[in-house]
């Protein structure tokens, strides 16, 4: 508990945004989220990044499938050449939320193209 204390109140905020986007509670998510990503300075890109990805998974799992997968899509190629093995690992976790019955789409085949074509910096 103390090395949670130790990060500072944007980690932990980007650290409770992560398990409420993973719990797939929807009203919990969306506010940790929304305070996590206020908590980033926009300096700060790549974390502010992550946020808006696990904010368009939520968008994927309440069943705007097409339109998470576009806000997602979009973050990762805003980035450009900053995207790391961590960020690709969130936007991957876009792609996990999709239902079952959604995993052939277009939207989620040219989803995970782009992805698969991202080559990421190192992490830091």
Request: with cysteine; proline share 2%; glycine share 8%.
């Amino acid at each position: 508990m103390t090395a949670f204390l130790a990060w500072g109140y944007a980690r932990q905020t980007g650290a409770t945004c992560s398990a409420g986007t993973s719990a797939n509670s929807h009203q919990s998510a969306a506010s940790a989220q929304s305070d996590a990503l206020a908590s980033y300075s926009s300096t700060r890109s790549r974390q502010g990044a992550q946020i808006r990805l696990h904010q368009a998974a939520s968008a994927v799992r309440e069943g705007a499938v097409s339109e998470g997968l576009q806000y997602a899509a979009s973050i990762v190629e805003s980035l450009g050449p900053h995207v790391t093995q961590f960020v690709l690992h969130v936007a991957h976790g876009v792609a996990d939320a999709v239902p079952a019955g959604h995993k052939t789409h277009r939207a989620i085949v040219e989803y995970r193209e782009q992805l698969a074509l991202t080559a990421p910096k190192e992490d830091k």
